[in-house]
């Protein structure tokens, strides 16, 4: 079991950055593909970036392209989300996710932290 902690989080006004990182507590972080979700109040959790296990292959929703960016240190055991010209929209709970490789789905889940983007 992978132990998941999220960094990072704040307030910032639209069109500002934050940098969100999570630390890992695993032996093998660099067999785990990484992603980074977002819940905002009354909606779903949904997949904003992912990148696998050796960052060859990176994935953005369609709202967060070219303002996002997912990275990721496997000598660190962490993964990075930088966040570029932030919108409102974009205000809601960040979690940080891992998944074996290949995997549909995502099993170790941190505890996430807020970001909150004002006008």
């Known amino acids: 079991q992978v132990q998941l902690v999220e960094t990072g989080g704040g307030s910032v006004q639209a069109g500002g950055s934050l940098r969100l990182s999570c630390s890992a507590s695993t032996r093998t972080f660099s067999l785990y593909a990484m992603g980074w979700f977002r819940q905002a109040p009354g909606k779903e959790r949904e997949l904003v970036a992912a990148v696998d296990r050796s960052a060859h292959n990176r994935h953005y929703a369609d709202s967060v392209k070219g303002r996002f960016t997912i990275s990721r240190d496997n000598a660190k055991n962490t993964v990075a989300l930088r966040m570029n010209d932030l919108k409102v929209e974009d205000t809601a709970v960040y979690y940080c996710?891992?998944?074996?490789?290949?995997?549909?789905?995502?099993?170790?889940w941190g505890q996430g932290t807020q970001v909150t983007v004002s006008s």
């Open positions: 996710a891992a998944k074996t490789n290949g995997a549909t789905a995502w099993s170790n």
